[in-house]
């Protein structure tokens, strides 16, 4: 059997996006945690600390989406890899709901092959939308705005005030907790434990 020639399936600058997002997202989970229960989590010298860092790494996460938001602008493909048709949504995600809680289990091999063109089948497609375009705008809007309460009390006071802003803030946190952990655990599930891996770090899946 003919092997296919590998193909770049991850360019650089997503890569570096993707990383550079990842440990930001992390480092926003420790320090936030400490924010939140400074009695419980201790993990930086002291709360100042967590909320400098906390706004850091908060900025990094908003630069490194315009980044990845113009990359595939530039390309025009963004509406292609990320946007689900309504055949997608109806369709798709419950045949790949499927194959990921059961199918996986009974060793089907893996329904979608992902190519340069077409990177995700359409539950990933569906998720990354809701989270691409949804949850981390969300996520650093009302992250700016509880970083200058005063400058954007107008803003913050005809949303409902800071609690409706920090709620919101802290449950997209929690959210974005657990898409961490089930993001990780479905990156094992390639055809080996690291292929996922190696792919977003050497940009080539084999």
């Known amino acids: 059997m003919e092997q296919r020639p590998r193909e770049l399936l991850h360019p650089l600058w997503i890569r570096l996006c993707h990383w550079v997002h990842g440990i930001s997202i992390v480092m926003l989970i420790l320090t936030g945690l400490q924010i939140r229960f400074p009695d419980v989590f201790v993990i930086f010298p002291n709360l100042k600390r967590a909320v400098s860092l906390h706004n850091f790494f908060g900025f990094v996460v908003l630069f ?3 980044a990845w938001f113009a990359y595939y602008a530039a390309k025009r493909t963004l509406v292609k890899q990320y946007v689900p048709s309504k055949d997608e ?3 798709g995600m419950p045949f790949y709901a499927n194959y990921y809680f059961i ?3 009974l060793g089907d091999p893996h329904p979608f092959e992902p190519t340069p063109e077409v990177k ?3 539950l990933q497609k569906t998720t990354y939308f809701g989270i691409m375009f949804i949850m981390v705008p969300l996520q650093v809007i009302t992250g700016l705005l509880l970083w200058d309460i005063k400058t ?6 005809a ?5 409706v802003v920090d709620a919101l803030h802290i449950i997209l946190a929690y959210v974005f907790c ?3 952990l089930v993001h990780l655990y479905l990156a094992t599930l ?6 996922h891996f190696k792919a977003m770090i050497v940009g080539y899946e084999d």
């Not at 949303?159 to 609690?163: A, E, F, K, L, S």
């Open 103 to 105: 199918r996986y289990f």
């Open 64 to 66: 490194t989406f315009f």
């Open 89 to 91: 949504i109806i369709l």
């Open 178 to 180: 657990a898409f961490l």
């Open 190 to 195: 390639g055809h080996t434990f690291f292929s």
């Open 152 to 157: 954007f009390r107008p803003i913050i006071e």
């Open 159 to 163: 949303v409902g005030g800071v609690r």
């Open 120 to 122: 995700f089948n359409p």
